[in-house]
T-cell receptor, first 113, second 112 residues
Framework: AQKVTQAQTEISVVEKEDVTLDCVYETRDTTYYLFWYKQPPSGELVFLIRRNSFDEQNEISGRYSWNFQKSTSSFNFTITASQVVDSAVYFCALLYNFNKFYFGSGTKLNVKP | DAGVIQSPRHEVTEMGQEVTLRCKPISGHDYLFWYRQTMMRGLELLIYFNNNVPIDDSGMPEDRFSAKMPNASFSTLKIQPSEPRDSAVYFC??????????FGEGSRLTVL
């Protein structure tokens, strides 16, 4: 069975703090993709990153970084020096069976000034 | 480039009425998905199409829900008759094969 667990329901930080959002997944597929999406208060879902199961290189994009570890089935997302504009709900998702996306329940991030 | 376009953005209707949600996917994308988002159930896949053909509709809640994709640039999700428990945000998304999902801004449905 496929599963994505985002154990942190809500996180509050003060601006400029670093914050890590956890994502743990389960799948029996050997080929799969992992994603992170951002849903700001305005409601749209914004794609952030895609990672396939054969690429365990960490990725950095500005203040965002992602740590993919197959050994622990985790795909964690870190925001460095958080800003108020980072306040949103963040979803981790697993793509399996070519077209089935399984979304986690999301982590709501509150960044306070 | 235009993203996924959904209409209406907001719909308020009374129980028993027919609701039609519309979606225009990104040009060239051959997969189209309809999702529903609620606080209780999160993001749920309702149905997806490949090259205008429905592939998996196992997530459609019941016969009151139907979806069509008459051509590559247009899809509808219809609820008839609507019920208060259908209140949710409905997202349309499109993608290329093996690509990420691009979502529309969503249609917020309230059934009174």
């Amino acid at each position: 069975a496929q599963k994505v667990t985002q154990a942190q329901t809500e996180i509050s930080v003060v601006e400029k703090e670093d914050v890590t959002l956890d994502c743990v997944y389960e799948t029996r597929d050997t080929t799969y993709y992992l994603f992170w999406y951002k849903q700001p208060p305005s409601g749209e879902l914004v794609f952030l990153i895609r990672r396939n199961s054969f690429d365990e290189q960490n990725e950095i994009s500005g203040r965002y970084s992602w740590n993919f570890q197959k050994s622990t089935s985790s795909f964690n997302f870190t925001i460095t020096a958080s800003q108020v504009v980072d306040s949103a709900v963040y979803f981790c998702a697993l793509l399996y069976n070519f077209n089935k996306f399984y979304f986690g329940s999301g982590t709501k991030l509150n960044v306070k000034p | 480039d235009a993203g996924v376009i959904q209409s209406p953005r907001h719909e308020v209707t009374e129980m028993g009425q027919e609701v039609t949600l519309r979606c225009k996917p990104i040009s060239g994308h051959d997969y189209l998905f309809w999702y529903r988002q609620t606080m209780m159930r999160g993001l749920e896949l309702l149905i997806y199409f490949n090259n205008n053909v429905p592939i998996d509709d196992s997530g459609m809640p019941e016969d009151r829900f139907s979806a069509k994709m008459p051509n590559a640039s247009f899809s509808t999700l219809k609820i008839q008759p609507s019920e208060p428990r259908d209140s949710a945000v409905y997202f349309c998304a499109s993608r290329l094969a093996a690509g990420e999902l691009f979502f529309g801004e969503g249609s917020r449905l309230t059934v009174l």
